[in-house]
């Protein structure tokens, strides 16, 4: 068991890394996220006018999905997050599907302007 421990932790940890770095590339100017020790998810927060369905919808249709952030908020008003989760994709999997959700930004940030 402490075996598949190591092993799993060293596959999250470059799956991980294989999300953070391709948020740096494909979305430095246009999200914050955590830069998450454990777990298996990074939330990402984008500026106010990013509505997170909306987003959800163009990520859809580049075939990638996420969780609206909103999912997650009972009392609060919250539409400009997303969590993304990196435990099952492989990091090249994972770099093709945060370019992708950048330009899904890339693209609300247009529809916005």
Same mark, same amino acid.
């Given at each position: 068991? $402490? @075996?598949q421990i190591v092993r799993i932790r060293g596959l999250n940890k470059l799956r991980r890394d294989? %999300?953070?770095? *391709? %948020?740096?590339? +494909?979305m430095p100017d246009i999200a914050q996220w955590n830069r998450p020790k454990g &777990?298996?998810? !990074?939330? !990402?927060? +984008?500026?106010?006018?990013?509505n997170d369905y909306?987003?959800?919808k163009k990520a859809i249709d580049q075939k990638v999905? +996420?969780?609206? &952030? *909103? *999912?997650?908020? $009972?009392?609060?008003d919250v539409r400009n997050a997303i969590r993304l989760s990196f435990t099952q994709p492989t990091p090249e999997e994972i770099v093709e599907a945060i370019r992708r959700v &950048?330009? $899904?930004? @890339?693209? *609300?940030? $247009?529809?916005?302007a």
């Open positions: 068991m $402490a @075996k294989a %999300m953070l770095d *391709s %948020m740096d590339e +494909f &777990g298996m998810f !990074v939330w !990402v927060t +984008f500026p106010d006018h990013i909306e987003l959800l999905t +996420f969780v609206p &952030g *909103s *999912s997650y908020y $009972a009392y609060q &950048g330009q $899904a930004v @890339k693209e *609300s940030e $247009a529809v916005a």
